[in-house]
């Protein structure tokens, strides 16, 4: 089943924002780190994913996305200080967390959330569990 993330990029600790949505989050964030997407992202210098969560249909994560960029920048940092209060750069958890699954040596189990536990409201190791507004 394909995935699709909604994910937030950070210069720094409460520093600038960026929120996006796609179906290849490895991808897209090295696509951000290394300048290779013309937008935002690179004119303020936000490289470091601090905060995504996962979705299997492709709708709900649009509507997710949309819905998180008309926040108040408040409640946006709250998010990310609940969930990853050092602003760690989870990037380089992902590629680890991806490169074990594809080799099949995926210990999580399951198939969402990354760690395989299918309670809804389980927090995340890493990343966000967004909570529906």
């Known amino acids: 089943m394909k995935q699709y993330y909604v994910y937030i ?3 720094k600790k409460n520093g600038t924002l960026y929120i996006g949505m796609t179906n290849n989050l490895v991808k897209r964030v090295y696509e951000h780190k290394n300048n290779l997407i013309g937008c ?14 996962i979705y299997n249909d492709v709708y709900d994560a649009i509507s997710r996305e949309k819905r998180m960029k008309k926040w108040k920048r408040r409640w946006k940092i709250e998010l990310v200080e609940k969930f990853n209060p050092e602003w760690t750069d989870l990037y380089y958890d992902i590629t680890d967390w991806m490169d074990s699954r594809f080799r099949g040596n995926d210990k999580r189990g399951g198939n969402d959330k990354r760690g395989g536990n299918n309670n809804k409201n389980a927090r995340m190791t890493h990343g966000c569990e967004f909570e529906e507004v």
């Open 9 to 11: 990029l950070a210069s």
């Open 40 to 53: 935002f992202t690179q004119k303020y210098g936000v490289y470091n994913l601090v905060c995504y969560e």
